[in-house]
């Protein structure tokens, strides 16, 4: 197992709040870790640190890339994309007036021949790439059940498809790294076993590496491999599901001291 | 639903006091000589008339069988008009080339006059500059109120490199594009991290630099006096009726006899296929990765950042591909009108080519084309009520925003079969 990403005291402040204070975490290459924590915990800042939204005040994100260490927190975010690492929004930012489709063309942007003359000529390498993109996108459409809304407007979808559009998007970009930011927000329970059941097979199927921001208990036990556990911007335990689970540090910090077992019982089963 | 006479009234009020604001300085004061004379009565007849009619209407309305009746007439002409607009999609691969053909045959014809056929000629200008601004506005998302400076690079760029090097139309066209795609990208820069109205202004007052610049540097442009631009000419063949030194005019080269409409004509075709060309490629750069990478920019940025996209220059290849077609729309511009001064470079041009691409439906072709005719056509059939030109279009402005939001023809997505790439084309067509 190779590391894909190492988080190393990475701080960030904005003004006087300090939003993330010495986080440091890895992440094995084809897992699943899970970020968890109460709102306003850092998870989104820290989210938005990888994906070079934001800069970190202090500290370094190695991304491990083809033999190299690459450090993240020195690119903008375009680039970052183009290394493969790639995300979703806790507020869903899809291309609302371009069908469910387009939306996966335009993921695919940095791959396709988009040179101008030969697009506007339509010579057959272009031809070719585009019929490559548009293969991608039925590819990624169908894995997350949206074939039948291909070309529907992303804005018109139901909710709960937008949301997979939202992951089918990401995973267009053909990236190593993913990033979800509570792909399940919203989602109804049977919505919520549908979405898992894709997440999972996107790490058995394709290997994926998977970072993902989650509020459903039940979503984090069941399929990730790491839980990372944040509270006010500070890393208060690491570990298997199992072993976050029973952390005194992490009960605290979801439901105050007293009542341990009524305690362990929520964050379980919840 | 009831009858509901209070509210009839209400409205009615609303709608005769609006009339009476409008209608006493325009009907109201007559400027006769030197005499204002009032004709006040004029004015209370008109209200009147405006107050009983909305009354009638909303009571007619309110009653049932008005109400059916309305919306009648409604549905059937938004069917319609989707019907119409339907089937010229589907077979717009033998309307087009059909529609094309009757536009080069008609100055041909006997009763083709040189006013219509610059008319004519202006119109495809306008549809050339309407297809530039729509890859900014339309597709990118970008307000930009000061298209006309790129227009004006392109008029002076052609007048002032003929004057100063003796350039020819044919070499001033790619030169001058280039200009006008470096002031694009020379306006891009500095509103890169701009959007909506920030944006707006500040290209609002590049415009007015470009036609400030234009009026003050008098050396070089000559200021408010304009300069005067060289007709085109056909390899070398020119259409005055004696060539300059050396030259052999069109009319003695072919024989015929000399028609000052020759003139007319060539311009008119040069700037038919030109339009036909911008047209052909906005169509392909709609479906182009850099076509949907703008309209992505416009959807959401921060998600195009994260997709891989640079913003920087996807943006800026907006700026400069539009603005080049400008630069060319002004090279014929100049070329038709044979001498140009800075007054044609105002703010209400970029706000008539902005209107075209709004009222047209952003990022529609066959929307904007409409849009273009009825705009530059219109005023023309309606010479006698110059004065009141502002007017008739704020108010096709405000009912066509009314009526269809969008534009009058909103953009259809292209739709994609799995497994058949190609057939996606067939409908994509022009909408």
Known sequence: ????????????????????????????????????????????????????????????????????????????????????????????????????????????????????????????????????AQEQAWYW???????????????????????????????????????????????????????????????????????????????????????????????????????????????????????????MEQTGTQ | MSVQITNALKESVIVAFVAAVLLVPIVGFVLDDR???????????????????????????????????????????????????????RHILIIAPLFIAVLVVIPFMPWASNYLIQIMSLTLIYVMLAMGLNIVVGL?????????????????????????????????????????????????????????????????????????????????????????????????????????????PFHEYFGVNYDSSYRYIYIYLVALAFAVIAILIFKRLREMPIGRAWEALREDEIACKALGINHTTTKLSAFTLGASFGGVGGVLYGAMEGFINPSSFVFLESAIILSIVVLGGMGSILGVIIAAVAITLLPELFREFQQFRMLFFGMAMVFIMIWRPGGLLKVRRRTFAEGVPDASQAPAAVD
Request: glycine share 10%; with cysteine; proline share 3%.
């Open chain 2, 140 to 248: 990118a998302g970008l307000l930009d109120l000061g298209y006309v400076a790129f227009y004006a690079v392109g008029a002076y760029g052609y007048a002032l490199l003929a004057q100063y090097l003796g350039l020819t139309f044919w070499w001033a066209i790619p030169i001058t594009a280039g200009l006008a795609a470096l002031a694009g990208c020379v306006l891009g820069f500095p509103v890169l991290r701009m959007h909506g109205d920030y944006l707006a202004i500040v290209t609002l007052g590049f415009g007015e630099i470009i036609r400030i610049l234009l009026v003050n540097m008098i050396d070089i442009t000559g200021g408010p006096n304009g300069i005067s631009v060289p007709r085109p000419s056909l390899f070398g063949l020119e259409f005055g009726r004696s060539a300059k030194q050396g030259g052999v």
């Open chain 2, 35 to 89: 005499s204002l004379q009032y004709e006040l009565e004029t004015v209370a007849i008109m209200v009147a008339v405006v107050f009983f009619g909305r009354f009638a209407i909303t009571l007619g309305l309110q009653a049932r069988l008005g109400d059916r009746l309305g919306n009648q007439a409604a549905l059937s002409l938004g069917r319609g008009w989707e019907a119409l607009t339907t089937s010229g999609q």
């Open chain 1, 1 to 132: 197992m190779t590391t894909i990403i190492t988080a190393d005291n990475v701080s960030i402040r904005f003004g006087g709040l300090l939003a993330l204070s010495e986080i440091s975490f890895e992440m094995e290459e084809g897992s699943i870790t899970a970020i968890i924590g109460p709102n306003g915990a850092g998870k989104t800042t820290l989210f938005n640190c990888i994906t070079g939204f934001y800069r970190p005040t202090s500290g370094r994100i190695v991304y491990h890339h083809e033999a190299r260490n690459i450090e993240l927190n020195q690119l903008p975010t375009y680039r970052i994309a183009r290394l493969g690492v790639s995300r979703t929004y806790q507020n869903i930012r899809l291309f609302s007036d371009m069908t469910a489709l387009e939306n996966l063309l335009v993921a695919q942007h940095t791959k396709v021949n988009h040179h101008l003359l030969s697009g506007i000529f339509k010579t057959p390498a272009f031809r070719r790439s585009e019929n490559e």
């Open chain 1, 141 to 263: 459409l169908n894995f997350m059940g949206l074939g039948e809304v291909a070309n529907q407007e992303a804005g018109n979808l139901p909710y709960g498809l937008q949301r997979r559009l939202e992951v089918a998007r990401a995973m267009a970009t053909q990236p190593r790294l993913v990033c979800l930011d509570e792909p399940a927000a919203g989602l109804n329970q049977q919505e919520t076993e549908g979405l898992n059941e894709m997440i999972l097979r996107l790490k058995k199927e394709h290997r994926m590496s998977i970072l993902l921001i989650e509020h459903h208990m039940g979503v984090v036990m069941n399929i990730s491999d790491q839980v990372v556990v944040l509270d006010h911007g500070e890393v208060i335990s690491r570990g298997t599901p199992t072993e976050v689970q029973k952390d005194p540090a992490v009960i605290k910090a979801y439901l105050g001291e007293e009542d341990d077992e009524v305690v």
